[in-house]
C-alpha cells in the first residue's frame, strides 16, 4: 500500500515537476473528554491519532507560496496577504503564512503538497492536521526561534481570523503537542499541559472510534449558538468564563440562571469539566477500566444539556455499551462525526459489528470503525 508521505511526494513531483527538499507530518486527534470546554478557559484530553497529514514541500523560486492537495491539485499561489484573499481550502494555507508573519516572523516562500488519511469533516481535526503540518515546516525551514507552547495559538489564529472558523484551541495543540502512547492534559486558559500515561494496550484495552458518516448539518451556526450562550451564561453568573464555576457551586448557579437553556448549556460545560479532571485522576493512577462511565456521562451530558449529538452518534454509543463497552461518547463538535468506546482490545471487531448492525436495522449509512493508538504530533519525517 502507498504510504502518505509517498502520495505526498509524488503529488509534489506531478504539480511542480521536481522533488521535494523535505516532509513534514501532522496527525488529527481524538477528545478523550472534555468536548466544548476549550472556549469555556476548561480542559481537554485529547490524544493524536496514527492518521496525519504530510506535508511535501520545497523552496519558491518566485518569492510567493504554492500549496495543492491530492484532494485538489491544482496548485493556489498567492504572495503576502490579508485575511479574505485567499478563500477556499487554500485559505488554511494562506491563514498560517500570515499569522506567522503577523506574529512578527519572516516566512519562507515554499511550494507544498499535501496528502493525508485523516478523514475530512469528521471531527477529526483535519483542518489542524493541515494548519500543523504546514506550521512546523514553515518553522523548521525558516529557521523561526518559535517555541512549541506559542505554536498551537498561530495556527489557532490562522483558522480563526483567516478562515473564519471560531474554534477553541483544542485542535491546534493535540496535532502540535500530543506524544505517543500519552494523551494531552490542556488547561485551556493558562496552556499548561501534562503528557498523562494513555497506553492502553498494557491494560489489554483499546479505544475503537466508530465514524458515524452521518452529514454534517449546520454545524457552524449551532457552534456559534453554543458559545454564545456559554458566554451569556458566565456574564449572568458574573464570572470571566464558566471554567471559573466549579460542581461544588453547580446547584447555587443553576438557581441563579434564570433560562432553561442557559441552565442546560452551563450544567454540560461546569461537569464537563469536573469529568475531564476526574479523568486525569484515574489516568494517573492507572485505574484506566474506571473511567468508563465518565465517557458514557459525558455522551449523556452532550446529548440531554448541550444538545449536539444525532441519532446516528446516540446509536453508536448504545449500540457500543450493549457490546460491552466500559465507556462511550461522541467525540469533536457535534452534530455527526465520531464515537469513542473504551473496549477489552478483544472485542473491537465485535462491538464494530454491533454498531454496524444497528445501523443497518435503522437505514443509516455505514459507520466506520477503527483501533485508535495514541501517536505522535506534528514533526519533520
Ligand atoms: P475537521 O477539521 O473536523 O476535519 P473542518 O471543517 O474543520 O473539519 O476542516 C475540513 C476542511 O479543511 C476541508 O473542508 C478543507 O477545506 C480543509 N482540508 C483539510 N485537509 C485537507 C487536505 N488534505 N487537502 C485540502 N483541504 C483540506
Ligand atoms: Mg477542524
Not at 175 to 186: K, V
Request: glycine share 10%.
Amino acid at each position: 500500500m502507498t504510504s502518505i508521505r509517498e502520495t505526498a511526494t509524488a503529488a509534489f513531483i506531478e504539480a511542480y515537476g521536481d522533488e521535494p527538499t523535505g516532509l513534514w507530518a501532522a496527525p488529527g486527534r481524538v477528545n478523550l473528554i472534555g468536548e466544548h470546554t476549550d472556549y469555556n478557559d476548561g480542559f481537554v484530553l485529547p490524544f493524536a491519532l496514527p492518521q496525519r497529514t504530510v506535508a511535501a514541500v520545497g523552496p519558491a523560486p518566485d518569492g510567493r507560496w504554492s500549496v495543492c492537495s491530492t484532494l485538489a491539485p491544482d496548485p493556489v499561489t498567492f504572495g503576502v496577504t490579508e485575511p479574505g484573499e485567499v478563500t477556499g481550502w487554500g485559505a488554511y494555507v494562506a491563514g498560517v503564512v500570515w499569522a506567522l508573519r503577523d506574529a512578527g516572523f519572516e516566512v519562507p516562500p515554499v511550494r507544498i503538497a499535501l496528502a493525508s488519511d485523516v478523514p475530512l469533516g469528521s471531527g477529526l481535526s483535519s483542518s489542524a492536521a493541515l494548519e500543523s503540518s504546514v506550521l512546523t515546516a514553515l518553522i523548521d525551514l525558516g529557521g523561526l526561534d518559535v517555541p512549541l507552547e506559542r505554536r498551537p495559538a498561530i495556527a489557532q489564529r490562522a483558522e480563526n481570523v483567516y478562515v473564519g472558523a471560531p474554534t477553541g484551541i483544542l485542535d491546534q495543540s493535540a496535532s502540535i503537542r500530543c506524544l505517543q502512547g500519552r494523551a494531552l492534559f490542556l488547561d485551556c486558559r493558562s496552556y499548561r499541559i501534562e503528557q498523562i500515561p494513555f497506553d492502553l494496550a498494557a491494560e489489554g484495552l483499546a479505544i475503537l472510534v466508530i465514524n458515524s458518516n452521518a452529514p454534517h448539518q449546520h454545524v457552524d451556526g449551532e457552534y456559534g449558538e453554543r458559545r454564545k450562550s456559554c458566554e451569556a451564561a458566565a456574564a449572568a453568573l458574573g464570572v470571566p468564563a464558566l471554567r471559573d464555576v466549579s460542581t461544588a457551586e453547580l446547584d447555587d448557579a443553576l438557581r441563579r440562571l434564570d433560562d432553561d437553556v442557559l441552565r442546560r448549556r452551563a450544567r454540560h460545560i461546569i461537569t464537563e469539566n469536573q469529568r475531564v479532571l476526574d479523568t486525569v485522576s484515574l489516568l494517573r493512577s492507572g485505574r484506566v477500566r474506571e473511567i468508563g462511565p465518565l465517557l458514557t456521562a459525558s455522551h449523556a451530558s452532550m446529548r440531554d444539556d448541550f444538545e449536539i449529538t444525532v441519532a446516528q452518534v446516540d446509536v453508536a454509543v448504545q449500540s457500543a455499551l450493549e457490546a460491552g463497552a466500559y465507556g462511550a461518547r461522541m467525540t469533536g463538535g457535534g452534530f455527526g462525526g465520531c464515537v469513542l468506546a473504551l473496549i477489552d482490545a478483544d472485542r473491537a471487531e465485535a462491538t464494530a459489528t454491533a454498531v454496524a448492525v444497528a445501523y443497518e436495522e435503522r437505514g443509516f449509512t455505514a459507520p466506520t470503525s477503527w483501533v485508535a493508538v495514541a501517536g505522535p504530533g506534528a514533526t519533520a519525517l
